[in-house]
């Protein structure tokens, strides 16, 4: 489905032999040109305008906005760093996203492999109140799931955090790649049962590099979609010292009210958001692939 | 899909599958392979949303108390919660509004990427189509809370960026006026910021579905004498119907919970609770005045609201006329 719809976005691109320009075609071309130059200019100028905040003091950002910085602030930087502990929700972060992500991946192409090629009872029971899990809403199981992880002695906690995490990622992650194992051709799982591999083997060595498009998809919108959590720790993870990103940059603006220093709020925006930007524009086009893969389904 | 792959292959192997003899590894296989994430979604997920249906039907409080069945009481008293009816309310405006401006923004500015090139015949392709594509992308990679964040600055009044901008254009009017802090344009102005942070993604997904028709389809509109609008409205938007529909449910439930952005743009639920949210009016209710069983029937509200919404979407879809028909027409 996938490469499809990619090969086919090529004809009317490629498409674009030289011919004859028509008066008609141009006023179109260029109208449209302003209308997505205007979009543009509506996401670019809003992050430009917060990168430039982040260097101004907080008379500067307090005084009139549409000037420049007077001179490049990045004390603002390390103050958002240190001070505001963006550095220790940064770090915490990147913990909890990634052990949660290597989980879930791994969690989720085993569960979706077994319903996917295997049939047993409970099977489709299974697989529909995954996703049924993908569709209700979150709020719904906050207040039981806080009690939950209280039982488990995991509030409060990066392991309850990480583990909830993966729960949660877990429905969409089985849901998506279940398509991929099920699209993979029976002869391999033959051919390599017949090779005398087990079932571990089969699925370690065979069976899960071939999946491998699948699970860079999802594994990216696991990524994106765990990095912006914002309810779960809120609700789960009440400790300061434990904050993420999201949670410790809304904790921050709203101390951030009155007397703070706003200089250093527009740095720890530019501090969450750059890296994740940066990626982006590396990774731009196998994101794009992923986003068109998972719409289509 | 593996079936048709293969005739005839499907029946036989779970035939020898059957066959096969219960080894450790195979067993080994399955405990592990199914037994760890189902036992982690079963503890994590299915479990609190089951217990979230029995603590809706109690009167739990607190931390140390025990907990009475009332019945429909938590219910009841929520029909009668002026504050609770109102984010409803207000959920189901962002549920209404939101996907539909996105979805019409999004698709827009997809068509005019795709077949807004100039030229006569073939239908083409944007210059600079690319460029284009990864800016509105960028707010999908943004945390939801810093874009709410970024725009609440930009709305403040004094040190904001639009009210400058505005008093600059000679809108003086505009000169230190508190978008988010007036009832008038509180609503609007968050929806805005959502808007601004949905278009991009669904711009990209449709940008992929008008692709994916055969540009034949487009050629012979164009013989036929359609107009490039014509062509967008009759052939694009019936194509991608399906596309159209699972994008807006998407949108739909991301309007009905909302929390990030409210939270971010007004915590308090704005002037005269004009943006106040349903999970917003749980999360407070459950976790600063600690009455969950009163919460819990908030989220079985929420989740009713998100599965009619659902409901409502399919339903109007089809009466409309899904897909098949529309497609058989233009054949």
């Given at each position: 489905m996938t490469t499809t719809t990619a090969d086919r976005a090529e004809p009317v691109a490629a498409s674009r032999a030289p011919r004859q320009r028509a008066p008609e075609g141009r006023g179109v071309a260029t109208t449209a040109h302003v209308a997505l130059i205007l979009w543009s200019l509506l996401v670019i100028l809003p992050l430009v305008w917060t990168l430039l905040s982040s260097f101004k003091s907080t008379q500067e950002v307090l005084g009139n906005p549409l000037s420049l910085p007077g001179?490049?602030?990045?004390e603002n930087y390390a103050n958002a760093w240190t001070t505001a502990g963006i550095g220790r929700y940064f770090v915490n972060t990147v913990v909890v996203v990634g052990c949660a992500l290597v989980l879930v991946m791994i969690l989720g192409a085993m569960c979706a492999y077994v319903l996917a090629r295997f049939t047993f009872p409970g099977n489709r029971l299974i697989y529909y109140s995954m996703l049924a899990g993908l569709t209700f809403p979150v709020f719904l199981a906050i207040v039981p799931l806080f009690f939950v992880l209280k039982n488990l002695s995991l509030l409060n906690t990066l392991p309850g955090l990480i583990i909830t995490y993966v729960a949660f990622a877990l429905p969409f992650t089985v849901f998506f790649l279940h398509s991929f194992f099920k699209a993979l051709p029976g002869e391999i799982y033959e051919a390599a049962q017949i090779d005398g591999a087990g079932e571990w083997r089969t699925f370690f060595a065979v069976m899960l590099p071939m999946a491998r498009p699948g699970m860079a998809s999802v594994a990216i919108f696991n990524f994106l979609g765990l990095w912006n959590q914002f309810l779960l720790p809120v609700a789960l993870n009440t400790d300061s010292k434990n904050y993420v990103l999201s949670q410790g940059m809304a904790s921050f603006a709203s101390q951030a009210?009155?007397?703070?220093?706003f200089g250093a709020l527009f740095a720890a925006v530019v501090i969450t958001v750059a890296p994740v930007l940066v990626v982006y524009i590396i990774f731009q086009r196998q994101l794009q692939v992923s986003v068109t893969a998972g719409g289509v389904k | 899909m593996t079936q048709e792959a293969e005739p005839g292959g499907g029946p036989k192997r779970s035939v020898t599958r059957r066959r096969r003899p219960l080894t450790f590894d195979r067993a080994s296989f399955m405990v592990v392979f199914l037994g760890l994430p189902l036992a982690v979604f079963v503890i994590f997920v299915v479990s609190p949303f089951v217990q979230a249906l029995w603590y809706s039907l109690t009167d739990w409080s607190g931390f140390t108390s025990g907990m009475n069945f009332v019945g429909f009481d938590n219910y009841v008293k929520l029909f009668h919660d002026d504050i609770f009816l109102k984010a409803v309310r207000n959920n189901i405006l962002l549920a209404i509004v939101v996907p539909i401006v996105t979805i019409v923004l999004a698709l827009t500015l997809a068509t005019l990427v795709t077949i807004?090139?100039?030229?006569?015949g073939t239908v083409r392709g944007l210059k600079y189509a690319g460029f284009y594509r990864i800016v509105s992308f960028f707010p999908y990679v943004i945390p939801a809370i810093v874009i709410g964040l970024i725009w609440a600055q930009v709305f403040?009044?004094?040190?904001?960026?639009l009210d400058a901008v505005l008093s600059k254009i000679?809108?003086?009017?505009?000169?230190?006026?508190?978008w988010l802090g007036d009832a008038r344009t509180a609503m609007p102005a968050s929806m805005f910021v959502m808007i601004w942070g949905f278009v991009g993604f669904y711009m990209v997904l449709f940008i992929a579905a008008i692709r994916g028709i055969e540009p034949e389809v487009f050629e012979a509109a164009r013989i036929d004498g359609a107009g490039r609008f014509r062509s967008a409205v009759s052939i694009t938007v019936p194509l991608i119907r399906d596309n159209v529909q699972t994008a807006y449910i998407y949108l739909g439930i991301a309007a009905l919970d909302a929390f990030v952005y409210m939270q971010a743009l007004n915590?308090?639920?704005?002037p005269q609770n004009s943006t106040l949210v349903m999970p917003q009016q749980l999360f407070t209710t459950a976790?600063?005045?600690?009455q969950f069983g009163y919460s819990t029937a908030m989220g079985v509200v929420l989740a009713a609201v998100t599965m009619l919404f659902a409901l409502v979407v399919f339903t109007v879809n089809a009466l409309t006329g899904g897909r098949e028909r529309k497609v058989k027409e233009r054949r």
């Open positions: 001179k490049l602030r990045f009210g009155y007397a703070v220093d | 807004g090139g100039s030229g006569t403040t009044p004094g040190s904001g960026v000679g809108l003086h009017q505009f000169e230190n006026y508190a915590p308090g639920g704005g976790f600063t005045k600690g």
